[in-house]
């Protein structure tokens, strides 16, 4: 029997894009799948659009519920889903029409995730590629979780694995990993989700369990109201949640907490300026998520008795601090915050020493 894929589709007011996305679905040149679409509370035109869609192909599984969150909705599709594999497809996105093919002709029994290339599509139509190919030789789970907590290879000479490994697109999952581990997006999350539900997913397979497929497959839309470009005024309340949720998994492979502290310094400053030029925050309050974050939240988010400065060698601050670095545009505001890590870590032993509480 030919395997099958389920697409899980998840839908919120994309009246303008899901007519392309769902057609870039029931086109596919493999036609063995089911496209699952969970409408999650839409008060546009969306709902009706995929309700033509579905009475012209019996492939096509409605779903529709109260706005919960595209967490909740990804949920539903899994617990509705029935094919060997499983893709999870924004609606403003779409797939190039070989997709399900290319990935049926590099399938093999042992393996049970597959990435691929996103290629980022501009509103005026323009797409970036990336001509690099993907490719895997041999690598430590460590390597990998460590690089997809920055969204992007940081072992090239041992993989390559594309600029967004953090996304949950151009990824193919085997379902019965899925199931068999109880591996679900994090409903109480809305930033990071992606990257907590794989982080889950590759440490619940062996390393050898991976493969790439070199195709351009699936299309990311960067549309305008994308939540990378708003304020989020709870971002400091997100990432403490998803710090305790990673830490775990952390602890166990020996990742380095100051590596994902300095990334949600780096995001807190950010999104503070981001605040002050959108008029949501005043200047006076550009630092305050920061300075909270290094104050009560700066080892493990939260989780007491961890010194995340005073734990790490060397070797690990310098390849953080070369990371950074390798961000031409944020080198100031990197740097500051290494540094910053690194004082608030010589203050504490100093007054430690001196018997002073810190």
């Known amino acids: 029997m030919k395997v099958m894929f389920t697409v899980i589709c998840t839908v919120y007011n994309a009246?303008?894009?899901?007519?392309?996305?769902?057609?870039?679905?029931?086109?596919?040149?493999?036609?063995?799948?089911?496209?699952?679409?969970?409408?999650?509370?839409?008060?546009d035109n969306s709902l009706r659009l995929c309700r033509e869609f579905e009475r012209k192909d019996e492939r096509i599984r409605i779903?529709?519920?109260?706005?919960?969150?595209?967490?909740?909705?990804?949920?539903?599709?899994?617990?509705?889903?029935n094919g060997d594999?499983?893709?999870?497809?924004?609606?403003?996105?779409?797939?190039d029409l070989n997709y399900f093919e290319s990935i049926y002709r590099n399938i093999e029994k042992d393996k049970k995730l597959?990435?691929?290339?996103?290629?980022?599509?501009?509103?005026?139509?323009?797409?970036?590629?990336?001509?690099?190919?993907?490719?895997?030789?041999?690598?430590?789970?460590?390597?990998?979780?460590?690089?997809?907590?920055?969204?992007?290879?940081?072992?090239?000479?041992?993989y390559y694995l594309g600029k967004n490994m953090r996304a949950i697109g151009g990824k193919v999952f085997q379902r019965n990993v899925i199931v068999d581990n109880c591996i679900r997006f994090d409903e109480a999350l809305y930033i990071g989700e992606d990257a907590v539900?794989?982080?889950?997913?590759?440490?619940?397979?062996?390393?050898?369990?991976?493969?790439?497929?070199?195709c351009e497959g699936y299309f990311y839309r960067i549309v305008d109201n994308s939540s990378v470009r708003r304020y989020k005024p709870d971002?400091?309340?997100?990432?403490?949640?998803?710090?305790?949720?990673m830490h775990p998994i952390l602890s166990r492979y020996n990742i380095p907490i100051a590596a994902y502290t300095i990334a949600d310094l780096f995001g807190l400053i950010s999104n503070d300026i981001k605040g002050v030029k959108m008029g949501e925050i005043q200047f006076r309050n550009l630092l305050d998520s920061?300075?909270?974050?290094?104050?009560?939240?700066?080892?493990?988010?939260g989780i007491e008795n961890e010194n995340f400065v005073s734990n790490d060698t060397l070797d690990t601050k310098i390849r953080i601090i070369l990371f950074f670095w390798g961000r031409v545009s944020h080198r100031s505001i990197c740097v500051l915050a290494?540094?910053?890590?690194?004082?608030?870590?010589?203050?504490?032993?100093?007054?430690?020493?001196?018997?002073?509480?810190?």
């Not at 539900?197 to 070199?214: G, H, P, Q, T």
């Not at 971002?235 to 949720?245: A, G, S, T, V, Y």
């Not at 504490?348 to 018997?355: E, P, V, Y």
Request: aromatic fraction near 12%; hydrophobic fraction near 40%.
């Open 15 to 43: 009246e303008m894009y899901i007519k392309e996305c769902i057609e870039s679905v029931i086109n596919q040149s493999y036609g063995n799948f089911e496209l699952i679409i969970v409408d999650d509370g839409s008060t």
């Open 63 to 81: 779903y529709r519920q109260e706005n919960n969150g595209v967490s909740s909705a990804r949920n539903l599709g899994i617990e509705s889903s």
């Open 85 to 95: 594999y499983i893709i999870f497809l924004d609606s403003d996105d779409f797939l």
């Open 114 to 158: 597959y990435v691929s290339e996103l290629t980022k599509v501009l509103d005026n139509g323009n797409r970036i590629t990336n001509d690099k190919k993907l490719f895997i030789k041999d690598f430590e789970t460590e390597e990998l979780i460590f690089s997809l907590l920055f969204g992007e290879s940081k072992f090239e000479e041992k």
């Open 197 to 214: 539900f794989i982080l889950e997913y590759i440490c619940s397979i062996s390393k050898e369990n991976i493969d790439v497929i070199n």
């Open 235 to 245: 971002l400091l309340e997100q990432l403490i949640l998803q710090r305790k949720i």
């Open 290 to 301: 920061p300075l909270i974050w290094l104050k009560n939240y700066g080892n493990t988010g």
């Open 338 to 358: 290494y540094l910053i890590l690194m004082l608030r870590g010589i203050i504490r032993r100093i007054r430690f020493k001196n018997r002073v509480e810190f």
